[in-house]
């Protein structure tokens, strides 16, 4: 089990399972594509990363807005989120990563 739930995520997505983005249908994880929108993909996304770079559940939810607020549209593959995250996560103060505050 990962470290976020459906109930945990701070904004809507479509949670339809497409089988093209299944990552246990996908043998090359990191090189499939991320969609933004939908919640299976940026709660399994946002868990491994969590995971992978062993993140609190706060930063895995400032992930979660830095993706949606600040992650630019350009890039689409899991493994460039992963490495623009790591790049800026501690770049980007709470207050500047969430819309509501804007």
Avoid at 14 to 21: A, D, Q, R, T
Avoid at 23 to 35: A, H, R
Avoid at 83 to 102: K, M
Wanted: with cysteine.
């Amino acid at each position: 089990m990962g470290i976020l739930n459906q109930n945990d995520l701070q904004f809507e997505y479509s949670w339809s399972v497409l089988e093209s983005n299944d990552p246990q249908v996908i043998e090359s994880y990191d090189y499939t594509s991320l969609n933004r929108n939908e919640g299976y993909d940026v709660i399994t996304f946002l868990n491994h990363f969590a995971r992978t770079y062993s993140l609190t559940k706060e930063s895995a939810l400032k992930a979660e807005r830095l993706i949606k607020s600040h992650l630019p549209q350009d890039i689409n593959q899991r493994i460039d989120a992963s490495r623009w995250l790591i790049d800026n996560l501690d770049s980007y103060e709470l207050e500047e990563c969430d819309p509501r505050s804007a």
